[in-house]
C-alpha cells in the first residue's frame, strides 16, 4: 500500500505561510531569519557561540538563520534570555 502525504491546510489570506512569521515594525515586514541575523551582528555573535549559549546545535541556529525553521517555544524564551527581546509581540 502506498503512502499517502499528509494534507496541509491552503495559507490564509495575509498570512506569511511555511517558515514565514512575521511581525509588522513601523510598515515593514520582519522575518524571524532577518530579525535573528540582525541581533547575531549587533551582538558581535556567532552561531556556534549563539548555539553554545542557548543549549542548541550550531544547525539549528543555522536554520533559524537562514529562514528554514523558527524557533519551539521554549528556544524563544531563552532567546529572549540571551538578548533581552523577541521579533514577537
Known sequence: MAEV???RR????GSPG??????V???ADVEFA??????LRREGM????????????VKTVSRWVGGATEPRLRDLRRIRELFGETPFT
Request: proline share 15%; hydrophobic share 40%; charged share 20%.
Open 5 to 7: 502525504a499528509p494534507r
Open 34 to 39: 532577518d530579525w535573528m541575523a540582525g541581533v
Open 46 to 57: 556567532t552561531m556556534e557561540a549563539a548555539a553554545r549559549q542557548l543549549g542548541v546545535s
Open 10 to 13: 491552503p495559507p490564509q489570506p
Open 25 to 27: 515594525t513601523a510598515g
Open 18 to 23: 511555511p517558515g514565514k512569521a512575521r511581525q
